[in-house]
């Protein structure tokens, strides 16, 4: 059974930081190009950023800039270092590998 499992989220005052963290399990990332999504309350889930195979990266306009998505296939792990968060960036983050999604974690931005 394949499972996503996401991690390190919280609440984080503006301007601050957080990495999230992706484990995947039952089945290895190495072939499959990776994604975070995120859905803020009352709105629909939105892609935020993807990572290749070979590592190229694409990201929403909304956080270009401030977000980076990395891998680690030796880990079989996908990461998002997001930093400069606003109160626009909370939401329910979730990773995301072919049709499989993981739980969400849940990021707050907030003074």
């Known amino acids: 059974q394949v499972q996503l499992v996401e991690s390190g989220g919280g609440l984080v005052q503006p301007g601050g930081s957080l990495r999230l963290s992706c484990a995947v399990s039952g089945r290895s990332i190495n072939r499959y190009n990776l994604y975070w999504y995120r859905q803020a309350p009352e709105k629909q889930r939105e892609w935020v950023a993807e990572i290749s195979v070979s590592g190229t990266t694409n990201y929403a306009d909304s956080v270009k800039d401030r977000f980076i998505i990395s891998r680690d296939n030796t880990k079989n792990a996908m990461y998002l270092q997001m930093n400069s968060l606003q109160p626009d960036d909370t939401a329910v983050y979730y990773c995301?590998?072919?049709?499989?999604w993981g739980q969400g974690t849940q990021v707050t931005v907030s003074s």
């Open positions: 995301k590998m072919s049709v499989l």
